[in-house]
């Protein structure tokens, strides 16, 4: 068996079992102190997982390592790209026949044909803005936070890298608090020297916080404000070599300038939240 048909198996097989399991790409990430760009990469047949991996990945799943290496393992999937036309007529048979089943079976599904729809005219937007598919590596919620800030994606740049109608670079994360309240902010799975140089390099750092799928904020941080943390990182690097996605605590963010919602936004929805 040829590598990458190898690495096309085991990525068909994490992403069915993933799903059974009812992990998104970023519960999963968090779990396994990984990035969701590393888990989108192995699902994509992009990059080869390490024996190690393979071992955390059963254990998060709940299942034996030999179901993610078994050739013959066919679990749930779905398409991976938008492009993908959804379930079309005829429905196939509920497990369970009923008439209420089947009703709530033709209802889902019309839901589901609207919001399709939804998310193809999403998708359209997207590419305008670099973005290849919004159902992977959080894209809805980057194009979110692209349009608020005016950026768009650096064509040729691994990860959520941006740029402005200057040429400045920037930085962009996501973090969904609802999982985890204080798990910092993920980073690289492979830090090295080289990308501390980039991370240094960036105009700012844009980190949206989210609470599902809705954005609560946006903070602006300087690369100087968080050389602390790349200085102790690049000592480490010395000794150990490459880090694995070491985390940029909350606390850092939170020293960072507050650009959503502003000031004049945060009032007007505190005014609204309140009782009557």
Same mark, same amino acid.
Do not use: C
């Given at each position: @068996?040829?590598?990458?048909?190898?690495?096309?198996?085991?990525?068909?097989?994490?992403?069915?079992?993933? @799903?059974?399991?009812? #992990?998104?790409?970023?519960?999963?990430?968090?779990?396994? !102190?990984?990035?969701?760009?590393?888990?989108?990469?192995?699902?994509?047949?992009?990059?080869?997982?390490?024996?190690?991996?393979?071992?955390?990945?059963?254990?998060?799943?709940? $299942?034996?390592?030999?179901?993610?290496?078994?050739?013959?393992?066919? +679990?749930?999937?779905?398409?991976?790209?938008?492009?993908?036309?959804?379930?079309?007529?005829?429905?196939?048979?509920?497990?369970?026949?009923?008439?209420? $089943?089947?009703?709530?079976?033709?209802?889902?599904?019309?839901?589901?044909?609207?919001? #399709?729809? !939804?998310?193809?005219?999403?998708?359209?937007?997207?590419?305008?803005?670099?973005? *290849?598919?919004?159902?992977?590596?959080?894209? !809805?919620?980057?194009?979110? $936070?692209?349009?608020?800030?005016?950026?768009?994606?650096?064509? /040729?740049?691994?990860?959520?890298?941006?740029?402005?109608?200057? !040429? *400045?670079?920037?930085?962009?994360?996501?973090?969904?608090?609802?999982?985890?309240?204080?798990? +910092?902010?993920?980073?690289?799975?492979?830090?090295?020297?080289?990308?501390?140089?980039?991370?240094?390099?960036?105009?700012?750092?844009?980190?949206?916080?989210?609470?599902?799928?809705?954005?609560?904020?946006?903070?602006? $941080?300087?690369?100087?404000?968080?050389?602390?943390?790349?200085?102790?990182?690049?000592?480490?690097?010395?000794?150990? /070599?490459?880090? *694995? *996605?070491?985390?940029?605590? @909350?606390?850092?963010?939170?020293?960072?300038?507050?650009?959503?919602?502003?000031?004049?936004?945060?009032?007007?929805?505190?005014? #609204?939240?309140?009782?009557?």
């Amino acid at each position: @068996m040829e590598h990458q048909e190898a690495r096309q198996r085991f990525a068909n097989r994490l992403r069915s079992i993933r @799903m059974e399991k009812g #992990f998104t790409q970023e519960q999963l990430a968090e779990s396994l !102190g990984k990035t969701t760009e590393h888990i989108s990469f192995l699902e994509r047949a992009e990059r080869s997982p390490s024996f190690e991996l393979i071992l955390d990945l059963a254990r998060v799943l709940e $299942v034996p390592a030999s179901l993610l290496l078994d050739d013959q393992y066919t +679990g749930a999937s779905r398409s991976d790209t938008v492009q993908i036309e959804p379930i079309t007529y005829p429905l196939p048979e509920p497990a369970h026949e009923s008439t209420p $089943v089947k009703a709530k079976q033709k209802s889902a599904f019309e839901r589901l044909k609207a919001a #399709f729809r !939804g998310i193809r005219e999403a998708q359209s937007l997207a590419d305008e803005y670099g973005i *290849n598919d919004i159902l992977q590596d959080n894209g !809805g919620k980057v194009l979110q $936070v692209l349009i608020l800030l005016g950026l768009r994606i650096s064509p /040729g740049r691994e990860g959520n890298d941006a740029v402005d109608d200057e !040429g *400045n670079e920037y930085e962009l994360k996501t973090i969904n608090r609802s999982l985890r309240k204080n798990a +910092g902010i993920t980073t690289h799975h492979h830090l090295n020297k080289d990308i501390l140089t980039k991370y240094r390099s960036v105009k700012a750092w844009f980190i949206a916080i989210y609470e599902g799928v809705e954005l609560k904020e946006i903070y602006k $941080v300087l690369p100087a404000d968080l050389e602390p943390l790349f200085t102790q990182w690049e000592e480490k690097i010395e000794i150990v /070599g490459p880090l *694995n *996605n070491p985390k940029i605590p @909350m606390r850092y963010v939170r020293k960072g300038e507050r650009v959503y919602p502003s000031e004049t936004e945060a009032i007007r929805q505190e005014t #609204f939240d309140l009782p009557e």
